[in-house]
């Protein structure tokens, strides 16, 4: 008994410990946000700043478009979460319950594409982009990022079909459903929490993408709010870093407030309600 309550209590360390490790540049970016320029050049930093000032916040609007770049990075994610999620669902239903060869070559596929970095692709995506006249382009971008999250998207959706039980479609059926009619009416609505939870990754993956929007877009209109952020450092690398971390810490509220959001949806049982009478 004594060993398992040692053995929990070392978890719940280890687990505050990783919190920790989680938070602490978040609440360290919080800090020097709203701390002066002379507590920023202090020899002795602090964790609160001595005279908080909303100035940086200011002159980060002032020297930047902070408010369109984040539409354009909004309207990015949103477009890529969208049309990944209605891709990838159909596609998962029919990877998970088709156990055919070429399902398993196309699951295959899926894992080991998530191995390919950036750089690999990043000359064909490229070619293939300025050939479609792409390039510079909003709608190129939502196009990458589509392509780059829907692997991962369908892995996540693939595991959550597997988990609804085949004998709810098989009874469709048997009503008269249609294949269509069985994934929009029957599956989908209990694949809920999984649709949202893939949806908040490709936003999410989107929202904090920096390479291929720095090497697509190079209109200022068109730029993304993370490549609006590399503006605050100037041409010898030193950073205005009050307004840095007051913009950086703009950038990172709404994954914060999407995800708490649908948190309880993520969480929420997923077959809720499918039981027949």
């Not at 800090?31 to 908080?52: D, M, N, Q, V, Y």
């Amino acid at each position: 008994m004594r060993t398992s309550t040692g053995a929990r209590a070392g978890q719940y360390v280890a687990l505050l410990a990783y919190l920790v490790f989680l938070a602490f540049p978040f609440l360290w970016l919080i800090s020097t946000a709203f701390k002066s320029p002379r507590e920023l050049g202090s020899l002795h930093p602090t964790w609160i700043p001595r005279h908080p000032t909303l100035a940086n916040f200011r002159q980060a609007f002032d020297e930047q478009p902070l408010l369109h770049a984040a539409l354009n990075s909004l309207l990015a994610a949103l477009g890529a979460a969208l049309i990944a999620v209605v891709i990838a669902t159909p596609m998962a239903w029919v990877m998970a319950r088709r156990r055919t060869l070429l399902a398993r070559a196309a699951t295959g596929w899926v894992v080991v594409s998530q191995a390919f970095p950036f750089v690999l692709v990043i000359i064909p995506l490229f070619l293939v982009l300025k050939h479609l006249r792409l390039i510079d382009s909003p709608a190129g971008l939502v196009l990458v990022y589509v392509v780059w999250s829907l692997p991962f998207a369908l892995w996540m959706l693939v595991g959550y079909v597997r988990a609804v039980p085949a004998e709810l479609e098989e009874a469709a059926a048997v009503d008269g459903a249609g294949k269509l009619r069985t994934l929009v009416s029957v599956t989908a609505p209990l694949l809920a929490p999984g649709i949202v939870a893939t949806a908040l990754f490709a936003f999410v993956t989107a929202w904090n993408e920096f390479f291929f929007a720095l090497v697509l877009l190079k209109t200022p209109q068109h730029q993304t709010l993370p490549v609006v952020l590399t503006h605050f450092i100037g041409a010898e690398g030193v950073a205005d870093l009050g307004p840095l971390a007051a913009a950086a810490f703009l950038a990172t509220l709404p994954s914060l407030l999407v995800f708490a959001l649908i948190q309880r949806r993520i969480t929420g049982g997923m077959l809720t309600g499918a039981v027949k009478s």
